[in-house]
């Protein structure tokens, strides 16, 4: 398993870690199999979604800031019960194949680190299997 640190730099951001992964896979030298992108936090996630344009990361931001409000009588003492929502809703992880040493992706698709609550220093690991 590998762990990967992450920096985020504003309350939300997508990071795009697609090159980490890949990285990650080349080195254990997997050539089929698939790979596990996890992230142990419960205010973050992983998902997969269109990097090619920039506006599309944005996009998904605005549109989940909007379906969760930041404010909205939660009760979680510490204020952030909207992070915890969109932690849940977008998810943990993300399984990708491995074939020929690649991860197989669309054309248009990237893994991003999704953070919810920053800025926080983050991590994620990564766990490939034969
Ligand atoms: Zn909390």
Redesign the pocket.
Known sequence: MKQISVETHSRFEMIDITAAVQKSVSEEKIESGICLIYTPH??AAITINENTDPDVPRDILVALDKAIPLNANYR??????A??VKSSLVGASELVIIEKGRIVLGTWQSIFFCEF?GPRTRKFFIKSFK
């Not at 979680?76 to 019960?81: A, L, Q, R, V, Y």
């Open positions: 419960t205010t979680h003492m510490e204020g952030n019960s992070a915890h609550d």
